[in-house]
């Protein structure tokens, strides 16, 4: 099901996220689903970080990703592209622009029934709004993709 959302929500984002990405970072990485799919795009990271609460959750590791457990991350760091998807209903009280290098991406998604906490993204002035569509054939999800204002990537 996850697999098949990321397909389609790469028609959506392919045309906003760089051949080269210098840092990403992925709040609730799982697996790292997105990982693989950018990997088989032939898209080039840098850098990535990933962040989950579980060992079982990333289990197995992949190789060139620093993974940190952690159920309430924070970082003074930013990334070129900051990427949570279906999971910011589990940290609604962080603020994923904080991570987000003067215009870098935000990639997030939310299943149906928490879709509605993408709009406070939506009504930042900080962001453009690149992408707001929803994917999924068995279960739906919200797909925003913003680009921070300000100078930088």
């Not at 984002?13 to 760089?18: E, F, L």
């Not at 609730?28 to 693989?36: C, S």
Request: aromatic fraction near 10%; charged fraction near 30%.
């Amino acid at each position: 099901i996850q697999q098949a959302k990321y397909e389609q929500a790469w028609g959506l984002i392919k045309k906003h996220i760089p051949r080269k990405v210098g840092s990403l970072l992925d709040i609730g990485i799982g697996y790292a689903w997105f990982e693989v799919l950018l990997k088989k795009k032939k898209l080039r990271l840098k850098r990535i970080m990933g962040v989950d609460v579980s060992e079982e959750s990333i289990s197995p590791p992949r190789k060139n990703i620093t993974y940190i457990l952690d159920d309430d991350f924070d970082t003074r760091e930013t990334f070129d592209v900051v990427v949570c998807w279906d999971a910011w209903h589990c940290f609604p009280k962080k603020d994923l622009l904080a991570w987000v290098k003067p215009k870098g991406l935000l990639l997030v998604s939310e299943p149906s029934p928490f879709s509605v906490q993408l709009d406070k993204l939506i009504a930042n002035k900080n962001v453009e709004v690149l992408v707001d569509e929803w994917v999924g054939d068995l279960e739906k999800s919200r797909v925003l993709l913003v680009r921070k204002k300000g100078s930088g990537l």
